[in-house]
């Protein structure tokens, strides 16, 4: 199953409750080579219209530390949990992330074999590492079936300008050991 194939799946998806309200879903995009991924939490409203991930505010916000990084969009792949917009953003359902997990996302991250998963946010690290706590693990390497990388989501870290500086210098050193390893 390469990436395309899991792609048309999602886009017809049917398997949780949140394919009534979509416009469109979002798969996720970037390189199937990428030895990053980033992982969110749920597309919003642009992303639902557009089928592209991380299009909106958030998305300036993760282009902004991309670019301060040195890191560019199209070598990594970007995604999230879910991959249909939760009904007026609200909190993806704990079936909805783990159908969508199961179904999708582990498929994605096991054609892909990235090097360093990078977490976006809490309801990804809850769903890929079971952490409810994001700031005990916030900034550091985590090694289980596959090596994370957590970090705050964008948006909130369009919220708090000091979690916006600790995301940007979170990502310049994601930079730093994706360029060590
Ligand atoms: N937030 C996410 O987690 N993912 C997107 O694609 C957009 C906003």
Known sequence: MNLSAIANEILSCTRCPLYQERQRAVPGEGSPHARIMLIGEAPGAQEDIQGRPFVGRSGKILDNALRNAGLKREELFITSVV?????????????????????????????????????????????????TNLSSIRGHLIQRD????????????????????????DLVNLRSLIDAI
């Open 83 to 131: 991959k249909c917009r939760p009904p007026n953003n609200r909190l993806p359902r704990k079936v909805e992330v783990e159908t969508c997990v199961e179904d999708h996302l582990q498929r994605q991250i096991r054609v892909i074999q990235p090097a360093i998963i990078c977490i976006l946010g809490g309801v990804s690290a809850k769903a890929l590492l079971g952490e």
């Open 146 to 169: 596959h090596l994370y990388f957590p970090t705050y989501h964008p948006a909130a870290a369009g919220r708090n300008p000091a979690w916006r500086m600790i995301f940007e210098s």
